[in-house]
């Protein structure tokens, strides 16, 4: 039997050591990362980024942060995230899906 891991899973181990300084728990127990979608074939990885309220003081640093993670994983060629419940979702999400980020 394999115990070989697949690449969602590997992502999934790589966002628990992701904290939010705030609270002190993990951005996957705190229900910030929704809907990952991972293409183990292309490498792209998808998922939504809910801050942990429209005002979030930490909103860049975090998801910039997770984003640092999730691209840290071998095999993940590349990352598709959207924003959502932020102020400025819609900056975020095209700062964030930026390359040089």
């Given at each position: 039997m394999s115990?070989?891991?697949t690449l969602?899973?590997?992502?999934l181990l790589?966002?628990?050591?992701?904290?939010?300084?705030?609270?002190?728990?993990?951005?996957l127990?705190?229900?910030?990362i929704e809907?990952?979608?991972?293409?183990?074939?292309?490498?792209?990885?998808?998922?939504?980024?809910?801050?942990?309220?429209?005002?979030?003081?930490?909103?860049?640093s975090?998801?910039?942060?997770i984003k640092?993670?999730?691209?840290?994983?071998?095999g993940?060629?590349?990352q598709q995230?959207?924003?959502?419940n932020?102020?400025?979702?819609a900056?975020?999400?095209?700062?964030?899906?930026?390359?040089d980020?």
């Amino acid at each position: 039997m394999s115990l070989k891991t697949t690449l969602r899973e590997e992502i999934l181990l790589k966002l628990v050591e992701v904290i939010d300084p705030e609270t002190g728990v993990d951005v996957l127990r705190m229900r910030l990362i929704e809907g990952l979608i991972v293409d183990e074939t292309t490498g792209l990885v998808k998922y939504c980024f809910r801050p942990s309220s429209p005002l979030c003081p930490l909103a860049v640093s975090l998801a910039t942060e997770i984003k640092h993670a999730v691209a840290a994983v071998p095999g993940v060629k590349r990352q598709q995230i959207e924003v959502t419940n932020y102020i400025k979702a819609a900056e975020l999400t095209e700062l964030i899906n930026q390359d040089d980020v």
